[in-house]
């Protein structure tokens, strides 16, 4: 069965230009993380709530563990991580539990792992990792599985190997190594049933990475994609939204802390580089989504250890059109929609343009010619999303001027 698409509000900025422009995704920044500020802590979602612990800061490796809200944008500290304090290892959540395992807890590399149930605040321990002692590894949940891969194994030593983990019977299964070379400190994400891994390192000598890799769970198969857009490197963040994937944050080649933020499109399989993350530079932080934002917190830019917490959305933007006086938006009915809409302005229209825009700024639609006060529109063909609709009249010797700018949401049944 279909979804709905769940879309945020969108605010319109009337503002000088010749073209109709958006931004390339906002960042805001939400309640600081509730514990010290740290690195390589460990975060997943389950539902509306977010959850980051473990991790180390400027004094030692912790082992508290906090949820926060998207609601109420307010932070709660839950049971304490059960296991040893660590940093360096990977979370995951599948339904309502969220798991923790392997890592570091600052004398020798960790292969026990943990579920923490939403419902009691309870830890309990499942059946070790099925390889071999690590950190810095890459994680991901599709459906009632999870997946451990990657990481250092040893000083130095690193692996491809991969495992995955059977919610229903607690046992770890060897999966198909990771395609790219052996590293750690990648970052990754899960879309539908496949999943992706990309960047990272290893050493000696340091090796940074910038590849790409999915993998497919129904064919136990990993397939090379198109390279991260931005320069190789390591220890950055990830997460999905839709069928679409981010990178952002970690630390180059050149020695560089990162800053810089990029979309990876399923469909099209190519990198768009969006606004740049909100907060400083940094490495080692957390990132997931929660609906359709994404969230970047805590990390380490070599001195500062961070606590701040940053959400991401990419159709939250502005949008400006070339009138700044324009007073009668369109009435959109239905909206959201399924099949057809009525749209309907105050003005008496006469040789009108109706244009409408996705959220590329692409015209993906367009009706010619417009009298009267009222235009029908079919979906036909366009993809369930949020468009951009603009009203335009023919206006002599002038060209056109804008009567009127609004959106709409077309939905799946």
């Known amino acids: 069965m279909k979804t709905k698409l769940l879309i945020s509000t969108i605010f319109f900025a009337l503002t000088v230009s010749h073209e109709l422009t958006i931004a390339q995704g906002t960042w805001t920044q939400k309640a600081n993380f509730g514990g010290t500020a740290r690195y390589w802590a460990v975060g997943f979602s389950i539902g509306t709530k977010a959850y980051i612990g473990t991790g180390k800061d400027k004094d030692s490796l912790r082992s508290d563990f906090w949820e926060w809200d998207q609601s109420t944008n307010a932070w709660t500290q839950k049971a ?170 970690g630390y180059d080649s050149s020695n560089t802390f990162k800053q810089d933020f990029y979309e990876w499109d399923q469909a099209s399989n190519t990198w768009t580089q969006k606004a740049n993350f909100g907060g400083m530079a940094r490495y080692g932080a957390v990132g997931f989504s929660i609906g359709t934002k994404g969230y970047i917190g805590t990390g380490w830019n070599g001195s500062i250890y961070y606590n701040d917490f940053w959400e991401y959305c990419d159709t939250c933007s502005l949008v400006a059109v070339n009138e700044t006086n324009i007073k009668n938006l369109i009435s959109i009915y239905p909206n959201p929609f399924s099949t057809q809409t009525t749209l309907r302005t105050d003005n008496f229209l006469k040789n009108a343009t109706l244009t409408v825009y996705n959220l590329h700024g692409q015209t993906v639609a367009q009706i010619k010619n417009i009298s009267g006060q009222t235009v029908f529109f079919s979906r036909d063909n366009l993809a369930s999303g949020l468009y951009f609709v603009r009203l335009t009249e023919e206006n002599n010797p002038d060209g056109y001027r804008d009567i009127a700018v609004d959106k709409f949401v077309i939905i799946d049944k």
């Open 80 to 249: 304490n991580f059960a296991g040893k304090a660590t940093d360096q290892a990977v979370g995951f959540s599948i339904g309502t539990k969220g798991y923790v395992g392997t890592g570091f807890d600052g004398t020798a590399l960790k292969q026990d792992f943990w579920e923490w149930d939403q419902a009691t605040n309870m830890w309990a321990q499942k059946t070790n990792f099925g390889g071999t002692k690590r950190d810095l590894a890459a994680c991901f949940s599709i459906g009632t599985k999870g997946y451990i891969g990657t990481g250092a194994i040893g000083s130095p030593a690193y692996t491809q190997d991969f495992w995955q983990w059977d919610q229903a019977t607690n046992m770890w299964t060897p999966k198909a190594s990771f395609g790219g070379a052996a590293r750690n400190a990648t970052a990754f994400f899960s879309i539908g049933t496949k999943a992706y891994v990309g960047t990272g390192s290893n050493y000696p000598p340091a090796t940074y990475y910038n590849d790409f890799w999915e993998y497919d769970t129904t064919s136990n198969a990993w397939t090379q994609k198109a390279n991260f857009g931005g320069t190789k490197r390591t220890s950055a963040v990830g997460f999905s939204i839709g069928i679409k994937g981010y990178i952002g944050t």
